[in-house]
């Protein structure tokens, strides 16, 4: 009798100690859940405050109509045309997409269509190493390796271009093209190539008919998603594009992204509160737009293009 109530008072225990944990634990993970809620409204309001701010003392079609960008000084030279910004960080997403798209994919085919076990184990960790490299070194390296090489064919070339940050943002952004279009190839179910094969595809024809149309909308989900981050890298630019905001079509000359902007106005020589000091925000607000946009694409055609087998 003394182990049978013993035994029930422990059920009991275990049962309290299960429902109090029910209770608790959707309690912890819907706050850690609405810490990243918070945090994106922090953010945007952020923004959103400062950037009213400055467009009560700019006009808000002049910031996006104007083609000079001279804020940093003083009088009537001061004019706070975005135009010279936008059309650099347009400069350095082409270039990087040049770069990234295509090579991204081709190695994702390569990694998930024709290369061994072995090789995958491979080269797999040394594009992720690649990710982890520092901006700021592939900054030097835009720098130093490839700046020289681009004067070298075209000596005209300015010491700070748009081509060179350009080419190798779009190698940083590389291993995530490559990474998450080999993800979705992989997810392709091997019935629908062994399909293929029996009805006497090649390979070739198999990995570009059949997986990557399967595959579609995680291939374009990871263009849309290295683009958006080639439009908000900073240090690349900083270092080897330069910051003369010029409204320029010559790739070969210096020029600013509005990233490289942001970092020059954050340094602490600009006065807090006024309006140079609000072009950081409006800025920022103007590239969060950008990326926000890219997002919801990318969601859009993830939804619009998946395939569910």
Wanted: charged share 15%; hydrophobic share 50%.
């Amino acid at each position: 009798m003394t182990n049978l109530i013993s035994t029930t008072k422990e059920k009991g225990l275990v049962r309290t100690k299960r429902g109090i944990g029910d209770r608790i634990i959707p309690v912890i993970l819907f706050l850690c859940t609405m810490v990243s809620i918070v945090t994106t409204v922090g953010i945007v309001l952020t923004l959103l405050v400062e950037a009213v701010r400055f467009f009560r003392e700019v006009s808000i079609l002049d910031f996006f109509t104007g083609t000079e960008w001279t804020p940093l000084f003083a009088g009537e030279s001061q004019k706070f045309g975005v135009l010279p910004l936008i059309v650099g960080t347009l400069w350095i997403t082409f270039f990087a997409s040049l770069v990234a798209l295509p090579l991204g994919l081709f190695s994702a085919i390569y990694l998930s269509e024709y290369a061994s076990v072995k090789i995958r184990r491979r080269i797999k960790p040394i594009l992720e190493v690649l990710a982890g490299v520092p901006t700021i070194v592939y900054g030097f390296f835009a720098l130093q390796f490839v700046t020289p090489i681009i004067r070298q064919l075209f000596p005209e070339t300015s010491i700070y271009n748009a081509a060179s940050a350009g080419i190798v943002v779009g190698i940083m952004i590389l291993p995530m093209v490559a990474s998450i279009s080999e993800d979705a190839m992989t997810a392709v179910p091997r019935s629908l190539r062994q399909a293929a094969y029996a009805l006497g595809s090649t390979r070739y024809e198999v990995a570009m008919k059949v997986v990557v149309p399967a595959a579609l909308s995680g291939i374009i989900a990871s263009f849309i998603l290295g683009i958006s981050r080639a439009i908000g890298e900073t240090m690349i630019v900083s270092i080897a594009a330069g910051s003369s905001p010029n409204l320029t079509w010559n790739p070969l000359e210096s020029i600013q992204t509005m990233t490289g902007y942001i970092v020059q106005v954050s340094t602490g020589d600009v006065e807090h509160g006024g309006v140079k000091y609000l072009t950081m925000f409006a800025i920022g607000f103007t590239l969060f737009i950008f990326t926000f946009v890219m997002n919801l694409i990318a969601s859009w055609v993830s939804r619009r293009f998946k395939e569910e087998y």
